[in-house]
């Protein structure tokens, strides 16, 4: 008596056509696929939020309107005006001070009043001892009326660029002092 298994014929070897996957595999591509395109879609928006700021175009050179011309004499003025800032994702509006004033010539130019020393606001005229000259009441910085230093500060004033159109005086960026030079 054969065995059942001896009369049967082998079966024939399947060669596989495709590749294929196990289901283990299947679960395993399927959860990871899931997963990645989720996380994608949490991580995205915040790296679109940190590099947001880097993205857009700095505005550069806006001038902003301060004072009128018929306005300004040849004593400096104390002006203050608002600067609307854009810092990184916070928009602001920051209120600016400059002295304005014009020379014999007719050409007007505007310090900015940060003292060069430590960084306090100068005023005009405000020491008796040293008249017609800018003064730093923290630590008694001295400038001229083109703001070159005098004592204790290092540089001259900064100096505001400055445009005129239709009568109003516009200020731009704080630049290096170039007046304090002829000075000397």
Known sequence: MSSLNEEQ?????????????????????????????MGAGAILPMIRFAVDPILHKKGEGDFIKVAET????????????ELPQQDGWYASTAMLTAWIRKDESGQIYALSPVCKHLGCTVG?????????????????????????????APKPLDQYTTKIDGGWVYLGDIVPNTEAKKEA
């Open 70 to 81: 018929s306005k300004i004499t040849d004593v400096p003025q104390e002006f203050t005006f």
């Open 9 to 37: 014929e082998p079966l024939p070897q399947e060669q596989p056509q495709r590749k294929d996957i196990s289901r283990r595999q299947f679960l395993a591509y399927t959860l990871g696929g899931a997963t990645a395109f």
């Open 124 to 152: 005009w005229n405000n020491d008796k001892a040293f008249p017609d000259e800018y003064h730093c009441p923290c630590h008694g910085a001295r400038y001229t009326k083109l703001g070159k230093n005098l004592a204790v």
